[in-house]
């Protein structure tokens, strides 16, 4: 069955940085488009970052551009969020998320998602 | 602010319909972008509730039916049940911002 298992959450300072990974199991992970979401707590979800299933798209929300970086080691079926020179309003949880159907990335929904990590971001 | 507006709130009657309306613009579900819907159960990650305007996964019960028109999309819980109280979001993308859009929400209460 599919699995996603973010891991990496914690308590940090702003400024700082945190990297997340997401490990998949369960399908061919270098077939699928994964993003980012994140929802600060008793908020909605917003999403973060996108990146196509071989690496080499990748998209942003303004907010995080030049601060966070997405990739994938399809060889070990891992996801990665970068966050670099964090702030409190990045204080979230972050989940990933696969893309509903092969090869695509943007236009369509995700079907799975993981059970998120929390990071908090304080001094 | 949220790119994809709903209401924050709904409720009814077991047994009620309700409706949980999503309104974009023209660079998002005005473009012709598809509207995907997700539930979150207190406490538990978001699921797929629909996808591409009106397709239900594998799983979910045909109480739950969404449309699209224009610069909005629609999703209706007909038959309402006490286990259908959530947080519900609408997505889609936007050329504008090039990633995808939320919605801020809708809770919706069982009365």
């Known amino acids: 069955q599919v699995q996603l298992v973010e891991s990496g959450g914690g308590v940090v300072q702003p400024g700082r940085s945190l990297r997340l990974a997401c490990a998949a199991s369960?399908?061919?992970?270098?077939?699928?488009?994964m993003h980012w979401v994140r929802q600060a707590p008793g908020k909605g979800l917003e999403w973060v970052a996108g990146?196509?299933?071989?690496?080499?798209?990748?998209y942003y929300t303004d907010s995080v551009k030049g601060r966070f970086t997405i990739s994938r080691d399809n060889s070990k079926s891992t996801l990665y969020l970068q966050m670099n020179s964090l702030r409190v309003e990045d204080t979230a949880v972050y989940y990933c998320?696969?893309?509903?159907?092969?090869?695509?990335?943007?236009?369509?929904?995700?079907?799975?998602w993981g059970q998120g990590t929390l990071v908090t971001v304080s001094s | 602010q949220s790119v994809l507006t709903q209401p924050p709130s709904v409720s009814g009657a077991p047994g009620q319909r309700v409706t949980i309306s999503c309104t974009g613009s023209s660079s998002n579900i005005g473009a012709g972008y598809d509207v995907h819907w997700y539930q979150q159960l207190p406490g538990t990650v978001p699921k797929l509730l629909m996808y591409s305007n009106r397709n239900r996964p594998s799983g979910v019960p045909d109480r739950f039916s969404g449309s699209k028109s224009g610069t909005s999309a629609s999703l209706a819980i007909a038959g309402l049940q006490a286990e259908d109280e959530a947080d519900y979001y609408c997505q889609s993308y936007d050329s504008s911002l090039s990633g995808w859009v939320f919605g801020g929400g809708t809770k919706v209460t069982v009365l």
């Open positions: 369960g399908f061919s992970f270098n077939r699928y488009g």
């Open positions: 998320a696969r893309v509903l159907l092969q090869w695509e990335l943007l236009t369509l929904g995700a079907d799975y």
């Open positions: 990146i196509s299933y071989d690496g080499s798209n990748e």
